[in-house]
């Protein structure tokens, strides 16, 4: 099982990128997607969570300018960052909760994809 995160790259305040998180493998689905992010010196923090039933939750510092979705027939999950800030530069992870062939649960990440935001 890999996860692909793609998308990432050099945006100026106040543009927007989209992430995307693909799952690949033999898997059924993704249970709940987790997209994370880490500025150099600074904890890892959880940007946006969507689940398989749907719903989605956002960090304080992301609300209403993020969106997380999904594309489970693709097994993908888009980030979609808008209104993008100097501080929203940082590497993004995604980490997926996948629901493999046996009907077991697996914990993967992605690779990180890099984000900066210039003024």
């Known amino acids: 099982v890999q996860l692909q995160a793609s998308g990432g790259g050099l945006v100026q305040v106040g543009g927007s990128l989209r992430l995307s998180c693909a799952a690949s493998g033999n898997i059924l689905g993704i249970k709940t997607m987790y997209w994370y992010r880490q500025a150099p010196g600074k904890q890892r923090e959880l940007v946006a969570t969507?689940?398989?039933?749907?719903?989605?939750k956002y960090g304080d510092s992301v609300k209403g300018r993020f969106t997380i979705s999904r594309d489970n027939a693709k097994n993908t999950v888009i980030l979609q960052m808008n209104s993008l800030k100097i501080e929203d530069t940082a590497v993004y992870y995604c980490?997926?909760?996948?629901?493999?062939?046996?009907?077991?649960?697996?914990?993967?990440w992605g690779q990180g994809t890099q984000v900066t935001v210039s003024s």
């Open positions: 980490n997926a909760e996948v629901i493999l062939s046996d009907l077991t649960l697996g914990d993967y």
């Open positions: 969507s689940t398989s039933g749907g719903s989605a």
